[in-house]
C-alpha cells in the first residue's frame, strides 16, 4: 500500500517530515522518498529502496543536509516517489497512494493526445505518480487536474503535490485510505496515520471528506473543493493494515480489533462452537489484539506461545520473493515450547489469505507437541483480490485458499453462491470451512462475519469497503 507526510511551517520542518514518513513505515516496505523546498536551493529529492533496510537508516544523512520550510515524504510498495515535473501548472513534486487499473489505456490515450514523456522504472512500466501528473496537467489548475485524474483513475488516487508555496492534498474520491491534517503553533502537516504527528506535537485539525483538495501553507488550510459524503473506507485498515494507535473517521484500531475479539467469541459462545482450550493466542502483532477481545469474553487464559522477533524483519510482506516472505514468516515467530507442548491451543489471525504461513505455522506447533490447534479469522473468507489497493492483490483469484475450496467443489457455478461460502450457517458455508480446516490440519475453524466485522467498527456498512469479501462495490 503505501503512506505518505507534509508540512507547510513557518520554521525548517524536513525533520518533522522525516520522522512522521518513518511512522508510515508498516504500510510499505520497498521504496521510500523525501523532497523539500528552500528558496536559496530549490527542490532537493532523496529516494532510497526500504527493502533491506528501514526508512529511517536509509535517510538520515539525506535529512542533515536537506532544508525548507516545505517538504514531503512518502513509503511505497510500488513506486519511487515523490517525483518533480516541469509542467504548465509550473514546477511541483507529487506522490500518490492507491492503484491505477487502467494506466495502460490512459498512458496510451496520453501520449495519443501529444504527451511525450513520462517518468518509467527499470521495468518499463510508468511511475504511478508521473501518469497522474500528466493527467493533472490537462487542466488549468490543480484542482480541475486532480478532480479530472480521479476522475479518469479506475482505482484509487489520493496524492499530495507540493510547489514552491505549498502543499495540496487530494483523498480519494472514495475516501478508501485517510488523510488527516494536524497544527501546531508554526504551520500544518498532511498524513495518512493520526499518530504519526501527534509524538510531533502537532494536535489533530480535521479529517479530509472523500474527494477533498486542500491546500496548505504556513498561515492556514484553504479547502479547494469540498469533496462529497460516498465514504467507501478500507475495512482492512482496522482488521489488518492500521497500526494499533491509528484512528480512521473516528475508531480506533486497537479498540477495534479487541471488540472484534469479543464479537467473535460471542459467535462461537451463540453457535455451540466455543472449544474447550488450554490457551487462546494471537498470531502476531495484528492478530495479538482481536485474541485478546476473544480471550477476555470467552472467559479462557490468554497466552502467547508465539513471541515474533521483529529487529530485522518487522513484516513478512517485505521482501520481494514470495518464497523469502514464507520463509521470514516462519523464521521471525520464535516459540515458547513451554505453552505449547501438549496444550489444546485456539488461535486467533487477522485474515486467512492464501494459507500457506498458515499451514506452515500449524505444522511447526504440532511437531512442538501441540494436542490441537483451532484458528479463528478475524475477518470474513477473502474471496476477491482488492482492485483499490494492494492488500489481497494476486495474479489470480484461484490463489485465495477461500476461492481455491469453491472451484474444486462446484467450478464457476459457485462464484454464483459466494454469500453462501461466506456464512457459517449455511451447508456450502459449513462446507468451506471443513475443507480448508481439513488442508490446514485445524482441530477447528471460524471466520468472523461480515456483520460482525461491521459491528466492530462501528460506522455505517454503507461507508466501509468490503469488495475482498463479497466483490460488491
Not at 73 to 96: E, N, R
Not at 147 to 155: E, F, M, R
Request: hydrophobic fraction near 35%; include cysteine.
Amino acid at each position: 500500500m503505501g503512506g505518505f507526510f507534509g508540512a507547510a511551517s513557518k520554521r525548517d520542518c524536513v525533520t518533522d517530515v522525516f520522522f512522521g514518513t518513518d511512522y508510515h513505515s508498516h504500510l510499505g516496505t520497498r521504496r521510500g522518498g523525501m523532497t523539500s523546498y528552500s528558496p536559496d536551493t530549490g527542490f532537493q529529492r532523496n529516494l532510497h529502496s526500504i527493502e533491506n533496510s528501514p526508512f529511517r537508516t536509509k535517510f538520515e544523512k539525506d535529512v542533515a543536509a536537506m532544508k525548507g520550510k516545505l517538504c514531503i515524504g512518502c513509503i511505497s510498495d510500488t513506486d519511487p516517489q515523490p517525483i518533480l515535473m516541469t509542467t504548465k501548472l509550473g514546477v511541483y513534486a507529487v506522490c500518490t497512494i492507491g492503484v491505477i487499473n487502467n494506466a495502460d489505456s490512459l498512458l496510451e490515450e496520453l501520449i495519443d493526445s501529444g504527451c511525450s514523456g513520462f517518468e518509467a522504472m527499470s521495468s518499463g512500466r510508468v511511475n504511478s505518480s508521473s501518469l497522474a501528473g500528466a493527467l493533472i496537467s490537462q487542466k488549468p489548475d490543480f484542482t480541475e487536474g486532480i478532480k479530472y485524474a480521479q476522475q479518469k483513475i479506475n482505482g484509487t488516487l489520493s496524492l499530495l503535490i507540493m510547489t514552491n508555496d505549498s502543499i495540496i492534498a487530494a483523498r480519494d474520491k472514495f475516501g478508501r485510505l485517510p488523510i488527516i491534517i494536524g497544527k501546531d503553533s508554526d504551520g500544518f502537516c498532511v498524513s495518512l496515520e493520526s499518530f504519526a504527528f501527534e509524538k510531533l506535537g502537532y494536535s489533530f485539525f480535521k479529517e479530509l471528506c472523500p474527494g477533498e483538495i486542500v491546500k496548505l501553507t504556513a498561515d492556514g488550510v484553504e479547502v479547494l473543493d469540498k469533496g462529497n459524503d460516498n465514504l467507501k473506507i478500507c475495512s482492512f485498515l482496522w482488521t489488518y493494515y492500521g497500526y494499533p494507535n491509528a484512528v480512521y473517521e473516528g475508531v480506533n484500531v486497537e479498540v477495534m480489533r479487541v471488540r472484534n475479539g469479543e464479537l467473535l467469541a460471542q459467535q462461537d459462545i451463540k453457535n455451540g462452537r466455543l472449544p474447550d482450550v488450554d490457551y487462546v493466542c494471537g498470531v502476531p502483532d495484528s492478530g495479538t489484539p482481536h485474541a485478546i477481545g476473544y480471550a477476555n469474553k470467552s472467559g479462557i487464559p490468554f497466552a502467547r506461545p508465539f513471541i515474533k522477533y521483529t529487529p530485522t524483519w518487522p513484516r513478512s510482506f517485505m521482501p520481494a520473493s514470495q518464497n523469502i516472505r514464507n520463509q521470514v514468516a516462519k523464521m521471525k515467530l520464535i516459540p515458547v515450547t513451554e505453552l505449547i507442548k501438549g496444550k489444546k491451543l485456539l488461535f486467533v489471525d487477522d485474515s486467512i489469505v492464501r494459507g500457506t504461513q498458515m499451514r506452515e505455522t500449524v505444522e511447526f506447533l504440532y511437531e512442538k507437541g501441540a494436542k490441537e490447534v483451532h484458528m479463528r479469522s478475524a475477518c470474513p473468507p477473502i474471496m476477491y483480490g482488492c482492485k483499490y489497493l494492494n492488500f489481497s492483490r494476486s495474479t489470480s483469484e484461484l490463489e485465495l485458499i477461500a476461492r481455491q475450496v469453491i472451484d474444486e467443489l462446484e467450478g464457476e457455478e459457485g462464484i454464483k453462491h459466494i454469500d453462501e461460502y461466506s456464512d457459517s450457517n449455511t451447508q456450502r458455508g459449513r462446507r468451506l470451512r471443513d475443507e480448508i480446516c481439513a488442508r490446514l490440519r485445524l482441530t477447528s475453524l471460524e471466520f468472523q462475519s461480515l456483520d460482525g466485522t461491521v459491528e466492530a467498527i462501528g460506522l455505517d456498512r454503507c461507508k466501509l469497503c468490503s469488495y475482498c469479501w463479497n466483490g460488491k462495490e
